[in-house]
């Protein structure tokens, strides 16, 4: 009797243990999947990425008023409560999508490089000017913006404004490095910057927002415009070695 007791209370001791493994065992899944369905940092960057590229894509092809919430969260692949989670009503998103088009993806910058002379320097200014106004992207974005002026007027001419004046501080940059390459002398950069990019760009920007005239310059007529530009702002002897006198560039 009492072995049968003893037998008893070591299966029952065991069936406790066994009990508390289980339960140890199940909390221990739950936390995995838990942990599985909680997405990582990379991940939650990789959704958010995606996000913007759809709602910038709709918002451009199909205008604000014309895309709502769940057309960006069904073409994201995310839930309508995401967007609101990490982003806000769509509003936000617009405003998001166009402040990425001012601080985001961004081009190198040019600058004075060994053995440029003052024409092929501003050249590649200009091919700079070029791009950041013919990019497709670009120009999907800023017929947007202008689109939608009227409804977001505070909000468009103070990113307009940031946009041209991140521009015009590249190309002032360049006009620094200009001078101190001992290929320009001295002056007001910031003004030289305002001068070339108005020259170079022309009326060619707002004939192709508005899909008038979507052709962009060629090389041949930026070659004339850098030419006049430089025979415009600077004195005999600058302009005669624009061609000629290289770069001089501290180590």
Do not use: C
Not at 52 to 80: P, R
Request: aromatic share 8%.
């Amino acid at each position: 009797m009492k072995l049968e007791t003893g037998r008893f209370s070591r299966s029952a001791a065991s069936g406790r243990a066994a009990q508390g493994q289980a339960k140890t065992g199940a909390k221990g899944k739950r936390r995995q999947l838990n942990q599985a369905g909680r997405p990582t940092a990379v991940e939650l960057e990789r959704r958010k990425g995606r996000v913007m590229e759809v709602a910038t894509e709709l918002f451009v092809s199909q205008g604000y008023a014309a895309t709502s919430l769940v057309d960006i969260a069904k073409g994201a692949g995310v839930a309508t409560r995401t967007l609101y989670q990490h982003f806000g009503d769509k509003e936000a998103i617009f405003r998001e999508v166009i402040f990425a088009r001012d601080v985001g993806a961004a081009l190198a910058q040019p600058t004075v490089q060994p053995g440029d002379t003052l024409f092929t320097a501003l050249q590649r200014g200009g091919l700079y000017a070029y791009q950041v106004t013919y990019r497709e992207k670009s120009i999907g974005l800023m017929r947007l913006m202008i689109a939608e002026s009227n409804r977001f007027q505070d909000f468009m001419r103070s990113a307009a404004i940031s946009i041209f004046g991140r521009f015009r501080r590249n190309i002032e940059k360049l006009f620094e490095g200009l001078e101190a390459a001992g290929l320009i002398p001295p002056g007001d950069h910031a003004r030289s910057a305002e001068l070339f990019s108005d020259l170079v760009l022309g009326s060619h920007p707002i004939m192709t927002y508005t899909n008038w005239n979507a052709e962009p310059p060629n090389e041949a007529d930026l070659a004339d415009r850098i030419e006049l530009f430089i025979r415009g702002r600077f004195d005999a002897p600058v302009v005669r070695a624009a061609r000629t006198r290289k770069a001089k560039l501290q180590a």
